[in-house]
């Protein structure tokens, strides 16, 4: 069986596979956007120009769809970042994985040699998976969605507070417990749509992979349909991170 790589420290739990994962994903995007900027060329652009100019007008459309562009050009990196580090993290699942096998107790990781002696009786192994998609964590995108839902919040109470406040007790007072659960669903809708749909696909590569030989065709048909997947996800989680940025910002009554 497959243990997290997971270290204690003041009583804090980290996932070492996650932060690992994280750095590398950083890594990616801006080796992409630096290679993508660093020769800029109107006559003759490259490759990696054109693929970032792609992106960019992408995502200024997203949020063109989503809010008027004097407000919302404020918020163009952010869509770019966001769609960019969600895809990338989406895809490192998929190549392979990195797995070690624990043959010794590992206290660091909370691995006993109790653990290890019950395993071996069972037949069963243990190992670290230390190569996943930081995005089939939770943490990792609850912590994006929560950092997306404050900053609505504080955009909606510093930048258009009437408006904010109000949507609260609309079409009537009564609706205020209502429309404050729908904003708590919004936080948990954002973050477990991308954790579900990331982790479910990793764990059916994994069971594929039990196949051996029969499952290489399977294999590679469901790693071309979690391409398609991560693209997605990565697209409903930046198009909604506007949406309700819009909602925070817009003066109107459509919140």
Known sequence: MHELPIIELGGIRFDLSSIIMIVITSVIV???????????????????????????????GLIASTMDMKKGKSFLM?????????????????PFGLVFEVTEPLPLFGITAEELHHAHDAGKHIALAFWKSPTADVSVTMGLAFMVIV????????????HYLKHYVEPHWAMFPLNVIKEISKLLTLGLRLFGNIYAGEVLISVILMAGFVGILPLIVWQGFSVFVGAIQAFVFTILTMVYLSQAIEHGDDH
């Open 151 to 162: 900053m609505s919040h504080f955009l909606g109470l510093t930048k258009n507070t009437h």
């Open 78 to 94: 952010l869509g770019i970042t966001l769609i960019m580090f969600i895809f990338v993290g989406n895809m490192l699942g998929l």
């Open 30 to 60: 801006f080796v992409i956007a630096r290679l993508g900027t660093s020769r800029l060329s109107v006559d003759k652009p490259g490759k990696m120009q054109n693929f970032l100019e792609w992106v960019v007008e992408f995502v200024t």
